[in-house]
């Protein structure tokens, strides 16, 4: 019985110490040395100088509304990360000029990847022309009004909503129905971080694969500047 217990207890050990070498140690070899890039490089294979450099930093109420997007669920139902072509259609759909790659992430702490697709890849929702400010919040408060069949959950909570009494409220949206909301400081956090979600640059090891049809959509200005902003290794359509 003892020499079980001890075998058991060795075969554990090794099977651990296997684990870690081959999940956690290779994986930091092959992509812990990451890090942000210009489109492409020079002869030498180096960044060119004074070249733009990617992926970019969210910062202002952006990076205020990722927790928002935690505290939502918002990561259990869609993923931001482009699929490889022939793992899906994502490109297709029009969700990205071409698949996510490790690189993508050195900014993030915590990469909100996503488990399951109940709804679209965010990866680039805010290069999509029809994600605007006002879209985002009218489908944020009443998801089901512009997708019916969308199983979102309606976010209420974020708005404020009362009769309108003479002309609509600044910054509020007419529901058409004689009232009015206006977006809390939690909603426009959400939309800030939503619209500042965006993978489309080209990479060294990944170029687009789609040409674009439209004008990219240029990033909106940062919100506050005097926020904090995301380090170098830190971090709807619903």
């Known amino acids: 019985m ?17 684990s870690w070498r081959y999940l956690i140690v290779a994986t930091e070899r092959q992509y812990g040395d990451l890090e942000l890039t210009s489109g492409s490089l020079d002869e030498n294979g180096s960044v060119i100088k004074d070249a733009s450099l990617y992926p970019k930093a969210i910062s202002g109420m952006a990076l205020q509304g990722q ?59 805010g290069t999509r022309k029809e994600l605007t400010e006002e ?3 009218r489908h944020l408060y009443s998801p089901q009004t512009d997708t019916p069949n969308s199983i979102c959950q309606p976010n209420p909570y974020l708005f404020e909503r009362k009769e309108i009494k003479g002309d609509v409220s600044e910054e509020a949206l007419d529901l058409g129905d004689g009232t009015e909301i206006s977006p809390t400081r939690d909603a ?27 004008e990219i959509i240029a990033a909106p200005a940062p919100i506050s500047a005097s926020a904090p902003t995301s380090e170098n290794k830190e971090t709807s359509n619903e």
């Open 67 to 125: 927790q928002v997007y935690l505290s939502l669920g918002c990561v259990n139902c869609h993923t931001q990360q482009v699929r490889l072509e022939g793992v899906g259609r994502d490109m297709e759909r029009g969700w990205g000029l071409r698949p996510s790659m490790p690189r993508d992430y050195v900014r993030l702490a915590q990469p909100l990847l996503g488990r399951f697709r109940h709804g679209p890849d965010l990866s680039n929702a």
């Open 188 to 214: 426009r956090k959400l939309v800030g971080y939503l619209q500042s979600l965006r993978q489309d640059y080209e990479l060294p090891e990944m170029p687009f694969l789609v040409e674009p049809e439209i």
């Open 135 to 137: 879209a985002l919040l």
């Open 2 to 18: 003892t020499r079980t217990l001890s075998g058991l207890l060795v075969l554990s050990t090794v099977l651990l110490l296997f």
